[in-house]
């Protein structure tokens, strides 16, 4: 009695088994001929980062004398705006340290950040929609004057503002021109000094 009880659980299993591994793969429907059969697919659209790219170092093309100015194109600046977001807006600000040469502790080896302009001019690209708007618009025009905004404190270089319609991803790049008004005071060397940007 318990042979037999033993050898048909055995059979069962086996029987069990043999139909899983030869199961008919499920479908979402089955349709008659003329009739439209539907398949739902989905997919995901993944999102990145807001970020900032700036050059590494620049050196400025036209030095300046006492009294005079040092200016440049500072480089290719770009957002790019990878977020996917819905409200893709933000604002890049740039700020600078002082220029000194040597230690610049001594008298006349220091240049302060408010004789350093920043004018970013408008866009040379961008991709997306939305409104790019520079922080100080075009003409950036090489001094004198300074053209631009001084960099005592930090000041907007670019921004991206939107409307409801405007979403998804979006860049933009400029080339800002950098004027440093040098004191009458300032010593002959190279100076050297730091512009930061960052983009929120």
Do not use: E, K
């Not at 705006?81 to 933000?90: E, F, G, K, V």
């Not at 100076?191 to 929120?200: D, E, K, L, M, Y």
Request: charged share 10%.
């Amino acid at each position: 009695m318990r042979r037999g009880l033993a050898s048909a659980a055995v059979v069962g299993a086996a029987a069990l088994a043999a139909g899983i591994l030869t199961a008919t793969p499920a479908y979402a429907g089955t349709c008659v001929a003329s009739d439209p059969c539907d398949t739902t697919v989905t997919f995901d659209v993944t999102a990145g980062a807001l970020q900032i790219t700036v050059p590494d170092t620049v050196d400025l093309a036209n030095d300046g004398t006492p009294g005079g100015f040092a200016y440049g194109q500072l480089g290719a600046i770009t957002v790019d705006d990878l977020r996917a977001s819905a409200t893709p807006s933000w604002v890049a600000t740039v700020s600078s340290t002082a220029f000194i040469t040597g230690a610049g502790t001594d008298p006349g080896t220091s240049i302060p950040a408010s004789d350093v302009y920043y004018c970013s001019g408008d866009a040379t690209a961008t991709t997306g929609s939305g409104t790019f708007v520079p922080g100080q618009a075009s003409p950036c025009d090489p001094p004198p004057p300074a053209d631009g905004t001084a960099l005592d404190t930090p000041a907007t270089a670019f921004s991206h503002t939107v409307l409801p319609a405007d979403t998804g991803n979006n860049s933009a790049t400029w080339n800002p021109l950098l004027t440093v008004a040098v004191p009458l005071s300032a010593i002959a060397g190279q100076f050297t000094g730091t512009i930061t940007h960052s983009v929120a």
